[in-house]
């Protein structure tokens, strides 16, 4: 069932996507050569707690973690370790935040170091699909209507969406309904009405978008080993249009 939030959830909702932007721009400075991806989740938990807010990943569904911290082929969901970041990487940072009882989830996709032409088309097209989707996030139109423009933009780039996984409503609970495909059909899936809290996340592959699970068990990676990145924000639908929470 669709949740519709109300002008004051909304606000507190703002409040939180503001807590987990400020946090992902402190752990993005961090990201260099030497880093290890476990050490970026032990200081995304303590800068959430420093707002007086909750990791939103830290024992969902069993994870861990506060943070997920995915490389290279990795896509999502991956665990933070002792691997240590090197010159040429690129990881996908996926976090979220739980403030005042709501939620709020964001990712980026950074570059450790100098990486190739290749990997810094990939981290921009999956940034920009990430900005069309979200202006096709108003009343009237469909779910639908975000994933075709999202894979529509993506293919014409050559490159891979991810079928397997999704984007999703957010509010009391981490995921809730609809589901928001980042492929599909105009027109096609539930209609996109005023109050609507949802997660737009494009996950893109240089390669075929085929998944499967990454070695660390947890999380998923490309079955061509093709590198991968992941952009994501939580955006309020309002008459006005779509409004970017995580800001």
Not at 182 to 193: A, C, Q, S
Not at 200 to 219: N, Q, S
């Given at each position: 069932m669709i949740t519709i939030k109300t002008d004051d959830e909304i606000k507190i909702m703002r409040e939180a996507g503001k807590i987990l932007a400020n946090v992902l721009k402190e752990i993005e400075k961090q990201i260099k050569p030497g880093v290890t991806t476990l050490e970026l989740d032990r200081a995304a938990e303590a800068l959430i707690l420093s707002y007086g807010a909750k990791p939103s990943f830290k024992g969902y569904e069993g994870f861990p973690y506060s943070l997920c911290a995915s490389v290279n082929e990795n896509i999502v969901h991956?665990?933070?370790?002792?691997?240590?970041?090197?010159?040429?990487?690129?990881?996908?940072?996926?976090?979220?935040?739980?403030?005042?009882?709501?939620?709020?989830?964001?990712?980026?996709?950074?570059?450790?170091?100098?990486?190739?032409?290749?990997?810094?088309?990939?981290?921009?097209?999956?940034?920009?699909?990430?900005?069309l989707g979200i202006k096709k996030a108003k009343v009237g139109n469909t779910?639908?209507?975000?994933?075709?423009?999202?894979q529509r933009f993506v293919e014409g780039q050559g490159y891979g969406i991810v079928r397997d996984l999704c984007g999703h409503g957010i509010g009391k609970n981490l995921h809730e309904d609809p589901k928001i495909p980042?492929?599909?059909?105009?027109?096609?899936?539930?209609?996109?009405?005023e109050g609507m809290v949802i997660?737009?996340?494009?996950?893109?592959?240089?390669?075929?978008?085929?998944?499967?699970?990454?070695?660390?068990?947890?999380?998923?990676?490309?079955?061509?080993?093709?590198?991968?990145?992941?952009?994501?924000?939580?955006?309020?639908v309002l008459k006005s249009g779509p409004v970017v929470l995580t800001e």
């Open positions: 991956g665990y933070p370790s002792k691997y240590v970041l090197k010159d040429g990487d690129i990881i996908g940072l996926d976090l979220g935040v739980l403030y005042k009882g709501y939620n709020s989830d964001m990712a980026i996709t950074v570059p450790v170091g100098k990486v190739s032409f290749e990997a810094k088309r990939l981290i921009n097209t999956t940034k920009k699909a990430l900005r779910v639908g209507d975000i994933g075709n423009t999202v980042n492929f599909g059909k105009r027109g096609g899936g539930e209609k996109i009405v997660c737009i996340e494009p996950m893109v592959t240089m390669g075929d978008w085929r998944l499967k699970k990454a070695d660390d068990g947890y999380g998923y990676s490309t079955k061509d080993n093709s590198l991968t990145a992941h952009f994501e924000h939580t955006i309020a």
